[in-house]
């Protein structure tokens, strides 16, 4: 199966092999997907998106989808997400309160006064959302800025980020995926 | 732990019941049995003149850019192997974590040196499913902690 457009429109049908999916239709599909996505929160918020239901998967680009083999489309999203990572991302002299506070203002869906080019890091199955997260960009290296509650209160750290670790929560939801409910 | 010569030198590893090993034209090769039709998860084991570690580590990953399909660094880490595969201090070469596509399939892979006596070097590359990559990676971290290389 090579890529193919997909579209979204009213008057498609529910085939995703037709290539147009109506809007419940592509709703229908996600609600079972397991899926990433890379939401630039820099730059106009565009979003890498992956998404995929065996035996099909569906790259997005902002409103371009590509309709791809399940099996291939994971080589499609990381080759064109461009993250590249290092361990450790380099000494950073990081105002870890001012970057904090960036990551909690992005993760509340705010725009924060100051801050590095950020990506907004998602993995999830269907409405369930399992790993989210705000990329920082420092100097080419990535931090990590996820927010955790303990005992109610809420807190962010800041952490180095490793494709490496994402693609494996990746691999590890599509093997989950792959057993029967 | 199983024994194999390669290129003269006595090379050990760790073979799970799941994988089988075997040694020739210079490389140790260990796979896990799966269904045929899929590409199946191998570690490529291989001694190779490397007087400058890093050199030669820049001259593989070239190798697999011109050789594999959208070969794509995704992230590079140090690995703590076993030190006594040095016979000098670890150099501090990381390891490469890389994704290509094979037909129709998005495969992981890992390259690096494992070992090195100053002129060769133990060179290690791991290939997996990426759909497999979780689940098997404790096993490719046991295999890759237990190379053993005798360098006298």
Redesign the interface.
């Known amino acids: 199966?090579t890529a193919r457009r997909l579209e979204i429109r009213p008057d498609g049908g529910d085939d995703l092999d037709a290539g147009t999916l109506s809007p419940a239709a592509w709703e229908r599909w996600n609600a079972e997907a397991v899926w990433c996505s890379l939401q630039d929160l820099s730059t106009h918020r565009r979003e890498l998106r992956l998404a995929i239901v065996p035996p099909h998967a569906v790259v997005s680009d902002g409103e371009e989808r590509l309709l791809l083999?399940a099996?291939?489309?994971?080589?499609?999203f990381?080759?064109a997400s461009g993250?590249?990572?290092?361990?450790p991302s380099g000494n950073h002299e990081v105002d870890a309160v001012a970057l904090a506070a960036a990551v909690t203002a992005w993760l509340d869906g705010e725009e924060p006064e100051a801050a590095p080019r950020a990506v907004h890091a998602r993995l999830g199955r269907g409405d369930e959302l399992m790993r989210e997260e705000i990329l920082l960009d420092l100097d080419g290296g990535w931090l990590s800025g996820r927010r955790y509650a303990i005992e109610d209160e809420p807190m962010v750290t800041l952490d180095d980020f490793?494709?490496?670790d994402l693609?494996?929560?990746?691999?590890?939801l599509?093997?989950l995926s792959?057993i029967p409910d | 732990v199983t024994s194999f010569t390669l290129a003269g030198r006595t090379v050990r590893a760790p073979v799970p019941d799941t994988w089988e090993a075997d040694a020739a034209d210079g490389r140790l090769r260990l796979a896990r049995r799966v269904q045929d039709a899929l590409p199946r998860p191998v570690i490529e084991i291989a001694l190779r003149p490397a007087p400058n570690l890093r050199a030669a580590l820049d001259e593989e990953i070239e190798g697999l850019v011109l050789r594999l399909t959208d070969f794509t660094i995704l992230h590079v880490e140090a690995r703590a192997l076993r030190a006594e595969n040095w016979v000098r201090e670890a150099p501090p070469t990381p390891f490469v974590f890389a994704g290509y596509r094979q037909g129709l399939y998005s495969l992981v892979c890992e390259l690096g040196f494992a070992g090195g006596d100053g002129e060769d070097g133990l060179l290690v590359l791991s290939v997996c499913l990426l759909e497999d990559a979780a689940t098997l990676q404790p096993e490719i971290d046991a295999i890759l902690d237990g190379l053993e290389v005798d360098w006298s």
Do not use: E, N, Q
Not at chain 1, 71 to 76: D, F, I
């Open positions: 199966m083999a099996t291939s489309a994971p080589a499609v990381w080759a993250l590249y990572t290092t361990v490793s494709m490496k693609l494996l929560d990746l691999s590890a599509l093997a792959a």
